[in-house]
């Protein structure tokens, strides 16, 4: 479709959000796919070296500047502790705004590929499951099922929740 064509009405209805559904970018990390609400996200871009912050964590890539606002990158495979692999064409940041317990912050994450945006029925969620007192499941907001896959839902205002992003944001 054009730039100047209309979208038919069957394209209009799969990007507005249906009655009690929310919808969520999905994104690959590991082979698993994981999702944010779209809603907390203000853009994708493809990697770009980020400028490194001495003592931070290891899974804070550095700090960008994105049209004036110093944002802070997170590796969610290292922060996730899975193995690290190579960036490739396809390694993309996505920049979101979440509101956290200390104001509104915009941070990028750092994820291997993009997926698709689904819209979700919060009825259909799960609860993450309490495999052992070691595992922290305090980032994982819900798994879902979609196209006979599992899903795993973000909670980003715990994920972002980080003091270290505090500082870097101000």
Do not use: C
């Not at 249906?18 to 999905?26: P, R, S």
């Not at 509104?104 to 993009?114: M, N, Q």
Request: glycine share 6%; charged share 25%; proline share 4%.
């Amino acid at each position: 479709m054009s730039a100047l064509e209309k979208p038919n009405e069957s394209e209009v209805t799969s990007i507005h959000n249906d009655e009690g559904n929310d919808q969520y970018l999905t994104f690959l990390m590991n082979g698993e796919e994981y999702g944010v609400d779209i809603l907390s996200v203000q853009e994708i871009r493809s990697w770009e070296k980020a400028t490194s912050i001495p003592n931070v964590p290891d899974y804070v890539k550095g700090v960008i500047n994105l049209r004036g606002t110093i944002v802070p990158i997170i590796d969610l495979r290292t922060r996730f502790g899975m193995e690290q692999e190579e960036y490739s064409r396809v390694t993309v940041v996505i920049v979101l705004k979440v509101q956290t317990s200390k104001g509104d912050r915009i941070t990028g994450i750092v994820v291997d590929a993009v997926s698709d945006v689904y819209s979700l029925s919060s009825d259909e969620m799960k609860n993450p499951p309490d495999v052992s007192s070691h595992v922290n499941t305090e980032f994982i907001k819900g798994l879902i099922n979609v196209k006979e896959k599992m899903v795993i839902l973000l909670n980003l205002e715990e994920l972002l929740e980080i003091e270290e992003l505090s500082n870097l944001n101000n």
